[in-house]
C-alpha cells in the first residue's frame, strides 16, 4: 500500500492545497492521502499572523475543501492532540499503523532545505519519502490579508470554504450532537437527512443552508445540526 501524508498549517485551506494534493494522488499512485492540519507547526509558533482561524475551524475547512476528493482522507490526529505538532509523531504513528506500507510526505519545495532541522529528521528519512512541490500562486497569507481588508478571496479558496469563511460557519458546539451526526452519515451510508451525499468529509450544504446563509437575519444551525452559522 502507498500512503501519502500531506499536513501544514492550512491556514486556511486554499485551491493550491487541493491542486497538489491530486497531483501527489496521480504522480505516486497513491492509494490514500492523509491531510492533516497541525494543531501549531514547530516553525510557526511565535507568528502571531497564523492565528486567524482555530484549529478546530481550519480542521472544518479542510474537510470542506476535500470533500469529494477521491482517495483523500482528512485526518484530525494532530489537532486532536494538540501542543506542537512534530511530523516525527505523525508518521511514526501512521508507519506502526499500516505495516508495510511506502509511506511519502508532501511538502513545499522551500521546506526542502530545512528538512535536517526537523525533529529526529533521520528516523524520519528511513520511516518516509520526501516528496517536494512547488509552491503554488495561492497563499494563505494573502488570503488572510484580503480578509482582514474586507477583500474577495474568491478564486483562491474552494468554493466550500469560501462560502463559510464569509458567513463565519462554525461546526456545532456540542460535541456530542457533532459525533451522533457523523456516527448516523456512517449508518446511513453517507447521506445527510436532505438525501445528499456528505462522506467523506460532512459537508453539503444543502440549498436550504444555503437559503438561510445568505438570510442576514438568520442564526442557527443545519438541519442535520452539523453546522452553525452563529
Same mark, same amino acid.
Given at each position: 500500500?502507498?500512503?501519502?501524508?500531506?499536513?501544514?498549517?492550512?491556514?486556511?485551506?486554499?485551491?493550491?492545497?487541493?491542486?497538489?494534493?491530486?497531483?501527489?494522488?496521480?504522480?505516486?499512485?497513491?492509494?490514500?492521502?492523509?491531510?492533516?492540519?497541525?494543531?501549531?507547526?514547530?516553525?510557526?509558533?511565535?507568528?502571531?499572523?497564523?492565528?486567524?482561524?482555530?484549529?478546530?475551524?481550519?480542521?472544518?475547512?479542510?474537510?470542506?475543501?476535500?470533500?469529494?476528493?477521491?482517495?483523500?482522507?482528512?485526518?484530525?490526529?494532530?489537532?486532536?492532540?494538540?501542543?506542537?505538532?512534530?511530523?516525527?509523531?505523525?508518521?511514526?504513528?501512521?508507519?506502526?499503523?499500516?505495516?508495510?506500507?511506502?509511506?511519502?510526505?508532501?511538502?513545499? &519545495?522551500? =521546506?526542502? *532545505?530545512?528538512?535536517? @532541522?526537523?525533529?529526529?529528521? +533521520?528516523?524520519? !528519512?528511513? /520511516?518516509?519519502?520526501?516528496?517536494?512541490?512547488?509552491?503554488?500562486? &495561492?497563499? =494563505?497569507? *494573502?488570503?488572510?490579508? @484580503?480578509?482582514?481588508?474586507? +477583500?474577495?478571496? !474568491?478564486? /483562491?479558496?474552494?468554493?466550500?470554504?469560501?462560502?463559510?469563511?464569509?458567513?463565519?460557519?462554525? *461546526?456545532?458546539?456540542?460535541?456530542?450532537?457533532?459525533?451522533?451526526?457523523? !456516527?448516523? /452519515?456512517?449508518?446511513?451510508?453517507?447521506?445527510?437527512?436532505?438525501?445528499?451525499?456528505?462522506?467523506?468529509?460532512?459537508?453539503?450544504?444543502?440549498?436550504?443552508?444555503?437559503?438561510?446563509?445568505?438570510?442576514?437575519?438568520?442564526?442557527?444551525?443545519?438541519?442535520?445540526?452539523?453546522?452553525?452559522?452563529?
Amino acid at each position: 500500500m502507498k500512503i501519502g501524508i500531506f499536513g501544514g498549517s492550512f491556514n486556511p485551506v486554499h485551491l493550491g492545497h487541493v491542486g497538489v494534493a491530486k497531483r501527489a494522488i496521480d504522480e505516486l499512485a497513491l492509494d490514500k492521502l492523509l491531510v492533516i492540519p497541525a494543531a501549531t507547526s514547530p516553525f510557526k509558533t511565535g507568528d502571531a499572523g497564523e492565528a486567524m482561524f482555530s484549529g478546530d475551524r481550519r480542521l472544518m475547512l479542510v474537510r470542506a475543501a476535500f470533500n469529494g476528493v477521491d482517495k483523500v482522507e482528512v485526518d484530525p490526529r494532530e489537532i486532536v492532540r494538540g501542543g506542537v505538532s512534530y511530523a516525527i509523531d505523525t508518521v511514526r504513528e501512521i508507519a506502526e499503523a499500516n505495516p508495510g506500507a511506502e509511506i511519502f510526505f508532501i511538502v513545499g &519545495e522551500d =521546506s526542502v *532545505e530545512g528538512l535536517p @532541522r526537523w525533529k529526529d529528521s +533521520e528516523e524520519l !528519512a528511513k /520511516l518516509c519519502t520526501f516528496k517536494a512541490y512547488p509552491r503554488t500562486s &495561492e497563499s =494563505s497569507t *494573502e488570503i488572510r490579508r @484580503r480578509l482582514a481588508a474586507g +477583500e474577495d478571496i !474568491a478564486g /483562491l479558496v474552494p468554493p466550500a470554504v469560501a462560502l463559510f469563511i464569509k458567513h463565519d460557519v462554525r *461546526e456545532a458546539d456540542d460535541e456530542k450532537v457533532v459525533k451522533a451526526v457523523r !456516527a448516523g /452519515l456512517v449508518r446511513k451510508e453517507g447521506y445527510c437527512p436532505c438525501r445528499l451525499p456528505k462522506l467523506p468529509e460532512f459537508f453539503c450544504p444543502c440549498d436550504e443552508f444555503k437559503g438561510q446563509l445568505a438570510d442576514a437575519s438568520y442564526h442557527g444551525l443545519c438541519h442535520c445540526r452539523l453546522y452553525l452559522k452563529p
